[in-house]
């Protein structure tokens, strides 16, 4: 096992920790191309903030990582405003797999699930189709073009 990938698994353990405890992971340098319908749905559940800049305060039961786009000066501030972050940069991808994890904490089986209100309409004659046009009114329609 590389060190690389001996890394991303102890912070896998460590994200997922930080979760069920009730804290944020708060991703910064996160563009909003980068979201897939994963990442999307963790930060609806509240586990995730994507973040493009550093924010002005951090919570200490809340851990954060950055992307390979942040600025040096930029993580070191955020280093001295909290003990929580992880020490090296992570590539999108990286990024992804290390949050992978936190799925299985969002609801997932139909019971949990909201229900969605079924709509059903029923015509009951065709209002919505126009009536056939006469000639008259055909050789109008030619007329005014």
Sequence with gaps: ??????????????????????????????????????????????????????????D????????????????FAVRKRTGNYTSYFLQIGELREVLSPLLSLLPTTESQRPEKEEVVTVHTHREDIAPPMSSASRRYRVNAR
Excluded: C
């Design 1 to 58: 096992m590389s060190p690389r990938h001996r890394q991303l698994e102890e912070l896998k353990e460590k994200v997922l920790e930080v979760a069920s405890k009730g804290g944020r992971i708060i991703v910064i340098g996160w563009k909003g191309s980068n979201n897939d319908s994963n990442t999307r749905r963790l930060e609806n559940a509240g586990y995730v903030e994507f973040r493009n800049d550093a924010p002005t305060r951090i």
């Design 60 to 75: 200490s039961r809340n851990h954060v990582l950055f992307t390979k786009f942040v600025k040096h000066a930029t993580a």
